[in-house]
């Protein structure tokens, strides 16, 4: 495309940009042990303190990859439904699963989290998994969410999952997300992804379906995983027995905060809600 001449307006001074920055804060996660592992650090005195966040820093648009099963649909409807607990408005974006079905998955969640059901009519739940057009044509499902948030003056939105706007066309990926993502900022929303891992990716790294794309478009990245205990190593290490399933989590990045970047054991309780566990082995934070 030819160039149309110096786009004036694209330019500010950095003491100008940041003065339209909005203020750091925490959103609460709704996911157990997850808040406190986000923080800033502030200088008083030239000296650095560490201050909890807690939780998602506000307007950030979080990535949670990881293979099936591994919690991530978990983690977004857990989020949805602590939101609309605070009483702030959601949009989530069914994907994969109709949203029937979906409501019944909240449902559950908004009882083993002990959330009073009128929460539920804070969630605008838009279905893509039955109406091919939202998954296929980003306008359409641009302009449908543009509907959703007057409904519940939504500030957050959940899409679950990602990978299924771009299935059989990962090479768009890449414009597709980031459409997205100038989309939360323009409208300043929290946002919650999740997306899909190939087979052949490595359990615990960032990347997945469409390859780093995600994750580097996005401003924090969730890595949730599972292994097999499948030596007497493993089971000394992780203090699980030969056979019995391990889940992990790990925070990759977060560009709009300071993080915790250790493993950390990751539950999903016999509730059926995930929780974040202490970090594997121990240690001191890093």
Request: charged share 25%; aromatic share 6%.
């Amino acid at each position: 495309m030819a160039g149309t001449g110096p786009r004036l307006e694209a330019l500010s001074l950095a003491s100008e940009a940041a003065e339209r920055a909005p203020k750091l804060e925490g959103v609460p996660t709704g996911v157990p042990g997850l808040d406190e592992l986000f923080f800033v650090t502030e200088f008083k005195g030239n000296k650095p303190r560490v201050r909890p966040l807690p939780g998602f820093p506000r307007y950030a648009a979080v990535h949670v990859t990881g293979v099936s099963d591994t919690g991530k649909s978990l983690l977004a409807e857990q989020f949805a439904l602590a939101q609309a607990a605070r009483g702030e408005g959601v949009i989530f974006v069914t994907v994969e699963v109709p949203s029937a079905f979906v409501s019944v998955g909240l449902e559950q969640r908004r009882q083993a989290m002990g959330i009073e059901r009128d929460a539920l009519d804070r969630i605008v739940l838009v279905d893509a998994a039955r109406h091919a057009e939202l998954r296929e044509d980003l306008p359409t499902l641009l302009s449908t969410l543009d509907v959703a948030l007057g409904k519940v003056e939504a500030r957050h939105l959940v899409v679950d999952s990602l990978t299924g706007l771009y299935e059989a066309k990962e090479i768009a990926a890449r414009q597709i997300v980031r459409r997205i993502y100038a989309y939360t900022k323009d409208r300043a929303l929290t946002a919650v992804f999740t997306s899909q891992k190939r087979s052949g990716h490595e359990e615990l790294s960032a990347e997945a379906a469409g390859g780093f794309v995600v994750s580097h478009v996005m401003d924090v990245t969730l890595v949730l995983a599972k292994k097999l205990v499948m030596s007497t190593a493993q089971a000394r290490i992780w203090k699980k027995p030969i056979g019995e399933l391990v889940r992990f989590f790990r925070i990759d990045g977060s560009r709009m905060s300071g993080h915790d970047a250790r493993t950390h054991f990751l539950e999903i309780t016999p509730e059926g809600l995930l929780v974040v566990g202490p970090p594997v082995g121990g240690g001191e934070e890093t």
